[in-house]
């Protein structure tokens, strides 16, 4: 009789039940491991927070928390400029990462060794070995630079002046290097997902490409890139969300200090107002870019 | 040579002038993906020189990069510092078992964020979003509970039960990698597939996974990757055992308390430790690398979408 009961149904909401029985194990975990931990902070950042005997005491208070936060702190300020040198981090990025895809994604001797060279910052900046790198031996995030410092400036500065080249120019030149650097130290996730991208891309489109004759800049914007969008997408995400929540920016720093030093709405709460701003950001992003994206069959 | 062949001077002119292009962009090539790479390297070259620097050549300042007395000493001392005979397989244990889950879990859910339509699926997908912003830190405590009520500390299975439900370390990464790779592929591959009587289970594990083996890769590497490097929630989730990361972070401290118990070495002597601490970075790093090299050997051009284009 149930079964009766599942024929009758639309085609659409048999696709739909489908769809639910895919995510039931992601929905499982995300409400136990996730959302109960995640809305509780949220929920602390309304309270006034104390410690019992291990457990956590809450009584509720009101927005002071965000008001103290976000009005009378420097907080509000330094996410903004975060989220805007995360914007400009994150064309660079984007840029960079889909030439050096490009290029490794072409036959060459000796590929697979370069593809591992460009997955180094994968495999070390997740880890402590970043700040062994840094030559920070104590292990403790640096904590007002943005920049990686694992370039040896001096080097290239001694190199300049035996060359006779004027301090303002060299200057210049260094800041540009060393800021290249650092966005290849944010680009090794985002090369290798645009590796996956191009890979997915059907050959027989080049070959079409070829008989026609079309030039290798029509073959990049007429092919590539379109082909690209989803990747690109998913990229323009992934990259907002980890240049806006790296450890040594000092918003960050801000609200590790709030945690440090126990005060637990305040970091809640600074969290969540940070969280909502991105997800903002985020959302504009993906409405204004939706429609450009291209999928094959839509 | 090109006459013989019957082809007149133009085209010969324009076929050399093409050879020329095709080695002027190889060199080209080469110099773009050297200089980019010189900065990359830069730190691993020197990580490496100083695992293998004798003593007598720490303080020499003519020894730039190759070492005149070549030495294990460094590697195994960080070796036993780190107590790697336990932490390596503790680790590789953790990341494997988590990498596996998580890779095959996510795609469940990507699957269904691409493809199918049902109530609540903006909600539900902005979700994953969040899990990706939300740093762990700021929940970790509430999580530590839910794991001490599980009874799984100092077991892998701490991991592996968030890797199993889809969640665990940056989950909605892989979730949205494998919703953006199934959208790319043309739905004329599932509609065949219903044709010929395939259910949607069917469907999935026969035509879609497959065709979505690129990202299944790329996700298992970086899974690997970030179980094999996790040291905050690791902290949290270990009592008595201790992963390679901590393992790592904790070997500053172990060798300090080595170089001062020892006479025969010189009391806090800064680069001694340095080199020590380069060597276990080596310890750590290596594995990863050789995963890095295999894993990215088996991306290939999708064969299904060879097929139907065209």
Known sequence: MNKSKLFKMSYERRQGLVGYVFLIPWMIGTLIFFCYPFFHTVWMSFCDVSFDAGSIITHFKGIDAYTEVFLKQQFLQQASTHLGTTLLHTVCVLIISIFLAIILNQEFFGRSFWRVIFSLPIIVASGLVLSVFQKDLTFQASVTSESTNIFQNEALTEMLLSMGIGDKIIEVVVTAVSSVVDILWMSGVQILLFITGLQSISPSLYEVCDVEGATAWQRFWRVTFPLLTPYIFLNIIYSIIDISTQSTAEVMYTMRYYYNNTFYANASAAATGYFLMILVVLGVISLALSKRIVYIDK | ?310
């Open chain 2, 1 to 310: 040579m090109f006459r013989k062949q019957g082809i007149d001077g133009f085209a010969a002119r324009s076929i050399l002038m093409k050879k020329g292009t095709a080695i002027g962009w190889k060199i080209l090539r080469l110099v773009i993906l050297v200089c980019f790479s010189y900065a990359l390297v830069y730190p691993f070259i020197y990580m490496i020189s100083s695992t293998f620097r004798g003593d007598e050549d720490l303080w020499n300042p003519t020894v730039v990069w190759v070492t005149r007395h070549f030495t294990l000493d460094n590697l195994k001392n960080a070796w036993r510092n780190m107590n790697y005979t336990e932490s390596l397989p503790y680790s590789l244990e953790v990341s494997i078992g988590s990498a596996i889950l998580q890779s095959v879990m996510c795609a469940f859910a990507g699957y269904a964020f691409a493809r199918f339509d049902f109530k609540f699926k903006g909600v539900l997908f902005a979700l994953v979003i969040l899990t990706i912003i939300a740093p762990q830190q700021m929940y970790i405590i509430q999580l530590f509970g839910i794991v001490n009520k599980l009874n799984l500390i100092d077991s892998p299975a701490a991991f592996w039960i968030q890797a199993l439900f889809g969640c665990g370390i940056r989950s909605g990464l892989f979730i949205f990698i494998y919703r953006q790779t199934f959208r790319s592929l043309p739905t004329d591959l599932e509609n065949a597939a219903a044709i010929d009587g395939c259910g949607a289970f069917g469907t999935y594990f026969r035509v879609m996974l497959p065709n979505a083996l690129n990202s299944f890769i790329v996700v298992f590497m970086f899974s690997i990757v970030w179980h094999w490097n996790e040291y905050f929630s690791a902290e949290l989730f270990t009592q008595h055992k201790r992963n390679a990361a901590q393992q790592l972070a904790a070997l500053r401290v172990g060798l300090e308390a080595q170089l001062s118990s020892s006479s025969a070495v010189a009391v806090d002597n800064p680069l001694q430790l340095q080199v020590w601490i380069q060597a276990g970075s080596l310890l750590m790093v290596f594995p990863m690398l050789f995963v890095f090299l295999i894993g990215q050997k088996y991306l290939r051009e999708g064969i299904a979408r060879t097929g139907i284009v065209g």
